[in-house]
């Protein structure tokens, strides 16, 4: 269908359909002024001299796009209309590019034919384009400077490496700006309507006087309706006196300066102090929350065989308490799925007493269930009301709640007396029950938790790696962390996501290796996608630094996510551009009997427009993506890690080139 993924993916590739027509027009032109052919053979010389590395550009841009299409799970939609229209868009603008867009240029370009002639060793390269890449280069022309070059910029990006993997908060997906909240409380097992009321009330008090608030609905003792959260997260299910439910509709995103992520971490510690004193558990969530998880954190607790399930029990509030030392502030909602069911209190009947009353079963369960749950006696219609009025019997809030005035029921027996409940049997207690929760056929305890502030995977990995070795759980107790929660699906996305850029990483590698029959000149023009790495790592850091905010206590930083990688994997097959044709106009140059330090000043200054030229139609087709909250990730990572790698490719790639060739072709430099 045409939706939003579509529509990015035919956004982004809007700054990547004019690279080839932008490599093929500047060709041509430069040849056209030259003046060293006709126009119309300059401009059959032109497109022949640079289809190449067109052509193999669009084929790597290709090969770097179509392993998306066949990731599988949650990020498959996400992936699929970018798999299908980047290579789609690229290969027509390649046809293009190959065909009437020369003739477009001929047509308008050849009045300017010899414009250049005569002028010494311009080879169409503005003056000051030769001045500004002729100063940036003949440094690093010496071998010993080349070999300084290439040592910092390994060392920038093993730090970027490290500055990702340490210090850029991880996501599955960024949070979304909705116009709505959800609040979930839980009060301790045993409390009533009433006291759940109570704390209701106190919540939406402090509700009522925030701004951004539009309105609230809250459901006591019951699920609201049904939604994301109700199907994945099994809120429907949540219909305990003890529990409550309120749904918070915010003023529209174009109306408050927060989004609904930052509000949800200003409200979180002022509602908290509301229910600290009626020991409830409070949860803020967003809709949707995420990916579809049980908790944003779920850890899975198993036993030895052989162990009871109060012993899995015990192990998991074990648990519970090294993730409360392990953060106490930022792990929200520490709770386990298994409750115990509330107290009841079961009537014994003595059946010789009850047959000599001649009292059945069912009198006496009618009898209670009148008591406790109500009997509708009827309808009352009044005049000038449209709804009747309905007429139930049952006892006083008090009364039903008093054993006493329970067993004072009496109930007429077939023989016509009425009998007292007191002397058919007693009420004895019934013990609390707790469902036994079953995984792959193995007994578990889910604990669930909220990560608030934090990135998931960091407060995990303390909680595994720092306060488990510390304060080890019980023997006989193991704990599985990428099960049910939002751990194990970043994992597995970005496991796909990296085997996807593998797989494009070899795709393009091969196919180097095809158009210039060697390893070594194929690793070289490789070298400008791990570049890509200097400008993605460190600006996510500055942009923790310098955009992200602290609200209401609580850090909001700024993920590095999935779509984020997306970036990541399609920068592979754009900056490989700028390597190939930079490769081979250094190779012509030198072909043609050029020094090779020449040769590659030249060829980088020819090359310097077009180079530019396709970098900024691709970060100007990424910006509008910057202000969606979902795929921000993918246009940050294509614009900072294009630049990082346009700027050291024109610097890194005829360096290591340099290093490499021959003795006899640097020779002729002497």
Same mark, same amino acid.
């Not at 269908?1 to 004019?18: D, E, K, Y």
């Not at 053979?41 to 392993?67: G, H, N, Q």
């Not at 930022?330 to 047959?355: G, V, W």
């Given at each position: ?7 990015? =993916? ?34 059959? #010389? ?86 500004? #890449? ?5 440094? +690093?022309?010496?071998? /010993? ?13 093993? &730090? ?16 979304? /700006? ?25 919540? !939406? ?35 305990? /006196? ?39 558990? *409070? ?18 607790? #198993? ?27 930022? +792990? ?21 007493? =009850? ?27 009044? !005049? ?73 995977? !960091?407060?995990? *990995? ?74 993605? =790592? ?21 993920? +590095?996510? &999935? ?81 990082? /790698? ?25």
């Amino acid at each position: 269908t045409l939706n939003r993924v579509t529509l990015f =993916a035919l956004i982004l590739s809007l700054g990547l359909v004019v690279d080839d027509p932008i490599t093929n027009v500047d060709n041509v032109q430069r040849h056209i002024r030259l003046g060293r052919l006709s126009p119309r053979d300059a401009t059959l #010389y032109a497109v022949k001299e640079v289809l190449p590395p067109v052509i193999m550009s669009t084929v790597a841009i290709i090969v770097s796009f179509t392993p998306m299409f066949f990731i599988s799970g949650m990020m498959g939609p996400y992936m699929g209309p970018m798999a299908i229209n980047v290579p789609l868009t690229v290969s027509f603008s390649t046809v293009c590019a190959l065909t009437f867009v020369p003739f477009l240029a001929l047509k308008l370009l050849q009045k300017r034919a010899g414009e250049l002639k005569g002028v010494e060793e311009s080879e169409g390269a503005p003056l000051w384009v030769r001045r500004l #890449y002729g100063g940036m280069i003949r440094p +690093f022309l010496r071998r /010993s400077n080349a070999w300084l070059l290439i040592v910092v910029v390994l060392l920038l990006t093993c &730090a970027s490496a490290l500055l990702m993997f340490f210090k850029v908060p991880l996501k599955m997906l960024p949070f979304d /700006s909705r116009d709505e909240l959800q609040v979930l409380l839980k009060l301790p097992p045993g409390a009533t309507d009433e006291d759940t009321q109570r704390l209701v009330f106190e919540v !939406e008090g402090f509700l009522a006087r925030q701004n951004e608030v539009l309105n609230y609905q809250s459901y006591v003792g019951l699920a609201s309706p049904i939604d994301f959260n109700g199907l994945v997260r099994h809120y429907r299910m949540r219909n305990g /006196s003890n529990q409550a439910d309120i749904r918070i509709n915010l003023l529209p995103k174009a109306e408050r300066r927060m989004s609904s992520h930052d509000l949800a971490l200003r409200f979180r510690d002022p509602l908290n102090e509301l229910a600290e004193p009626y020991g409830a558990l *409070l949860n803020i969530v967003e809709v949707p929350p995420g990916p579809p998880v049980l908790a944003t954190m779920t850890a899975e607790v #198993y036993g030895e065989p052989g162990m009871s399930y109060e012993e899995l029990q015990a192990g998991a509030r074990e648990l519970q308490k090294r993730l409360h030392s392990s953060d106490a502030r930022h +792990f929200a909602e520490i709770d386990t799925m298994n409750d115990y069911s509330p107290q009841r209190l079961i009537f014994q009947l003595d059946a010789d007493k =009850a047959a000599l009353n001649g009292v059945a079963l069912g009198d006496i369960t009618q009898c209670l269930g009148a008591a406790l749950s109500g009997a509708h006696l009827g309808d009352l219609r009044l !005049e000038g009301e449209r709804q009747p009025l309905n007429l139930v019997l049952r006892l006083s809030y008090e009364d039903r709640h008093s054993l006493e005035k329970l067993s004072e029921l009496t109930i007429k027996g077939r023989n016509g007396s009425a009998v007292p409940l007191a002397e058919l049997g007693r009420f004895v207690p019934a013990s609390a029950e707790l469902p036994i929760m079953h995984k792959n056929l193995e007994r578990v305890v889910f604990v669930t938790a909220e990560c608030v502030g934090r990135a998931p995977g !960091e407060m995990i *990995l303390q909680t595994q790696f720092q306060t488990l070795k510390k304060e080890p759980l019980p023997e006989g107790i193991s704990v599985k962390w990428a099960g049910e929660g939002e751990w194990e699906i970043t994992l597995r996305v970005f496991r796909d996501l990296g085997l996807a850029f593998a797989v494009a990483l070899a795709g393009i590698f091969l196919l180097l290796i095809v158009q210039t029959s060697s390893i070594s000149l194929s690793l070289v023009m490789m070298c400008a996608i791990p570049l890509t790495i200097i400008g993605i =790592a460190p600006v996510f850091w500055l942009l923790n630094l310098l955009a992200g905010s602290e609200v209401g206590g609580y850090s909001s930083p700024i993920f +590095f996510t &999935a779509t984020g990688m997306i970036g990541m994997i399609a920068l592979g097959g754009i900056v490989i551009r700028n390597a190939i044709v930079l490769i081979e106009f250094i190779e012509e140059n030198v072909a043609r009997g050029e020094p090779l330090r020449k040769a590659i000043s030249e060829a980088g200054a020819v090359r310097f427009r077009p180079i530019m030229l396709t970098a900024i139609t691709t970060l100007m087709g990424a910006w509008p993506i910057t202000l969606d909250p979902i795929f921000s990730g993918l246009a940050w990572a294509l614009i900072f890690g294009l630049l990082a /790698s346009t700027f050291f490719t024109m610097l890194v790639i005829p360096s290591i080139y340099l290093l490499l060739a021959k003795e006899n072709v640097d020779s002729k430099a002497g």
